[in-house]
């Protein structure tokens, strides 16, 4: 009896273990990337942790690999952009908690804050995706997003100060404090530059207005997430108005829109390094400018990148170059860039502070009306309701990083450029302009 049974036990079993040893967890085999995991964590627990570039990417892919997979894989949760969301709020929660050592943290922030890694990402996604973009598409693109980005932010202002109202805020908090922090530009060239104009118009220190800005920010980046899994999912059933990660519907001219990749050619390494100089180059000058003409870099940056796509005044040679490192980035550092910002940008005590239902539902309020009206604005001005709502949600994004989470949530990094015009420019329009009238009702 036992022996008709032994085999019909292990052929399970031999399978079960066969499963395990090719489950991949992200590309990399399960027993590997247990193994890569086991050596980072002692790392960080026994203190060994290097506190440089490696000991930080070491931390943020391995967490990056793992939350990205799981996110995109949970019921519900992968819908969404559940990925996103995971590697955004996962970190937050445990640096909430104390989970993470002193060894863990000091290596995220050497790479996130002082070697600016998170800058680099950013400067990458938005110079390599420009000048790897057609010149039609990005000046046609340009001028048609304008209006919908105008009427979505004016919408996000009218029903935000609408609900404010109805849930018992005044017309000064909810405009200052809620909606302005959700389309202010992120954090960085956002809620760091208005807590320094609040704190030197209102008074105070600006870490106290920065704990009240930052809260609305987080929540309404969440909510853009969330909206662009939902418009990702819409258009999977309304294909009509999907472009599929094209913004203008042109059907005339379809294969101007047409971005011809080359499948079948080598990469050349040395021309994607001269494509990372050229990155390098540009993120430089935006800060040379800046200096210059009080814009924030970031902004003139673009500014600058759309400008030479323009007018030609790069080589062919160094535009490929440039995208070929930004489809790099794209494909392997947004999961765990996302995990550094969640560590270390996402205060989730300053939103415990804050959180309320009707704080919340001022939140949403905001996003939704703003992705309805480019959505609705969009589809009047020949471009693709789908794409146009998803840029115009772009502008409550938290900076560029908000943008690659609302991005890969609906699995459109294509609009990157776009989506980067709408969170920099607006943001960087919106900071100014809030500055201004405040120093008008005080």
């Not at 980005?149 to 935000?160: C, D, E, K, P």
């Not at 202010?184 to 104009?197: C, M």
């Not at 800060?287 to 030479?308: R, Y």
Request: net charge positive.
């Amino acid at each position: 009896m036992n022996e008709s049974i032994e085999p019909s036990l292990k052929i399970p079993a031999v399978g079960l273990v066969q499963r395990l040893r090719t489950y991949e967890i992200g590309v990399i085999p399960l027993p590997v990337f247990l193994g890569i995991a086991l050596i980072v964590y002692l790392s960080a627990h026994l203190g060994f942790l290097p506190k440089n570039m490696i000991g930080g990417l070491a931390v943020i892919m391995t967490m990056g690999v793992f939350f990205g997979q799981m996110g995109s894989r949970l019921p519900v949760l992968k819908e969404i952009g559940g990925g996103a969301i995971l590697c955004l709020m996962l970190p937050s929660i445990l640096v909430f908690y104390g989970f993470f050592g002193p060894a863990t943290i000091d290596a995220t922030k050497m790479l996130m804050k002082e070697a600016n890694f998170l800058y680099f990402v950013i400067a990458s996604l938005v110079v390599g995706s420009i000048l790897g973009m057609s010149r039609f598409i990005l000046v046609q693109g340009m001028l048609r997003m304008f209006i919908p980005l105008l009427v979505g932010t004016l919408a996000a202002v009218a029903s935000g100060l609408i609900v404010g109202k109805l849930v018992g805020y005044s017309f000064h908090h909810t405009f200052f404090f809620i909606i302005v922090p959700i389309i202010g530009g992120g954090i960085g060239e956002g809620i760091l530059p208005l807590s320094l104009a609040y704190s030197a118009i209102l008074g105070g220190t600006p870490d106290i207005y920065v704990a009240q800005l930052a809260p609305a920010a987080v929540v309404g980046n969440i909510v853009a997430i969330i909206c662009a899994g939902y418009l990702a999912r819409l258009a999977l059933k309304r294909p009509g108005i999907n472009g599929e990660g094209s913004l203008i519907r042109a059907r005339a001219e379809n294969d101007k829109f047409k971005v011809k990749e080359d499948s079948g050619s080598v990469v050349d390494f040395r021309v994607m390094g001269a494509g990372v100089l050229v990155i390098c180059a540009f993120f430089v000058l935006g800060g040379l400018l800046e200096k210059v003409v009080g814009i924030p870099g970031p902004v003139m940056m673009i500014l600058a990148a759309v400008l030479f796509k323009y007018a030609r005044l790069l080589p062919e040679k160094l535009e490929k170059g440039a995208n070929t490192f930004y489809k790099l980035v794209s494909s392997a550092f947004i999961w765990p860039v996302m995990i550094g910002l969640g560590m270390l940008y996402v205060p989730l005590d300053s939103v415990v502070k804050v959180f309320s239902v009707g704080y919340v539902l001022v939140c949403v309020s905001v996003v939704v009306s703003m992705t309805v009206a480019g959505f609705f604005i969009g589809n009047l001005m020949n471009m693709y309701p789908i794409e146009s709502a998803i840029v115009t949600c772009c502008h409550s994004g938290l900076g560029g990083t908000g943008d690659v989470a609302i991005l890969s949530a609906s699995n459109r990094m294509s609009l990157m450029p776009f989506a980067q015009i709408s969170t920099r420019i607006g943001g960087a329009s919106t900071v100014i302009l809030a500055t201004l009238l405040l120093k008008l009702f005080v």
